[in-house]
């Protein structure tokens, strides 16, 4: 009978141990923020030699945004391959784009990527732009959002780049 109880305690500390183990490596959540990079750089491909994919690009402006932006808005997205897809100019301010509190969507044409894990928004302006969420979807990879909610800075690079976030999951 004793060595049953001393089982029982045994199995017990030992699921207690595996959920405090479990329990402090969940604990890790790290909310990604958009960050400047001044190192990031465009990739010029020659695209006649790739594949065209399409994609769609749905950018919803905050609420909280400009009432409306003349600037320059550029755009770039890849993978962790190096496959980059980059579009020099979405405004439009003849048309209403980027208005408070709206949704504009974008079909570009690009080379083709495999999931995508970056994205870069530049501004170069005066009125500013503070876009709430970007998501981009595909008809070859999984549709990603990535969620700013705050004011892109003038003249630099901002966004998210989590390719090594998802190269350290996948190997997980």
Same mark, same amino acid.
């Given at each position: 009978?004793?060595?049953?109880?001393?089982?029982?305690?045994?199995?017990? /500390?030992?699921? /207690?141990?595996?959920?405090?183990?479990?329990?402090?490596?969940?604990?890790?959540?790290?909310?990604?923020?958009? *960050?400047?990079?001044?190192?990031?750089?465009?990739? $010029? *491909?020659?695209?006649?030699?790739?594949?065209?994919?399409?994609?769609?690009?749905?950018?919803?402006?905050?609420?909280?945004?400009?009432?409306?932006?003349?600037?320059? $808005?550029?755009?770039?997205?890849?993978?962790?391959?190096?496959?980059?897809?980059?579009?020099?100019?979405?405004?439009?301010?003849?048309?209403?784009?980027?208005?408070?509190?709206?949704?504009?969507?974008?079909?570009?044409?690009?080379?083709?990527?495999? *999931?995508?894990?970056?994205?870069?928004? /530049?501004?170069?302006?005066?009125?500013?732009?503070?876009?709430?969420?970007?998501? $981009?979807?595909?008809?070859?990879?999984?549709?990603?959002?990535?969620?700013?909610?705050? /004011?892109?800075?003038?003249?630099?690079?901002?966004?998210?780049?989590?390719?090594?976030? $998802?190269?350290?999951?996948?190997?997980?």
């Amino acid at each position: 009978m004793a060595s049953k109880v001393e089982m029982v305690k045994s199995v017990s /500390f030992l699921l /207690f141990s595996l959920a405090v183990f479990l329990t402090s490596s969940q604990a890790k959540s790290i909310i990604q923020q958009p *960050q400047p990079s001044r190192s990031f750089s465009l990739k $010029i *491909q020659n695209t006649q030699s790739l594949r065209s994919c399409s994609y769609t690009v749905t950018i919803r402006t905050s609420c909280s945004s400009t009432s409306y932006t003349r600037d320059r $808005i550029s755009l770039a997205f890849g993978d962790s391959f190096g496959n980059q897809v980059y579009v020099p100019r979405l405004d439009d301010p003849s048309t209403g784009t980027f208005e408070r509190c709206s949704t504009d969507a974008f079909k570009i044409s690009g080379p083709c990527t495999y *999931q995508i894990c970056y994205l870069y928004l /530049f501004r170069t302006g005066y009125d500013g732009l503070k876009p709430e969420s970007v998501k $981009i979807s595909g008809s070859y990879v999984k549709t990603v959002t990535f969620y700013y909610d705050t /004011f892109i800075p003038n003249g630099v690079w901002f966004g998210f780049n989590l390719c090594n976030d $998802i190269s350290t999951s996948a190997a997980m």
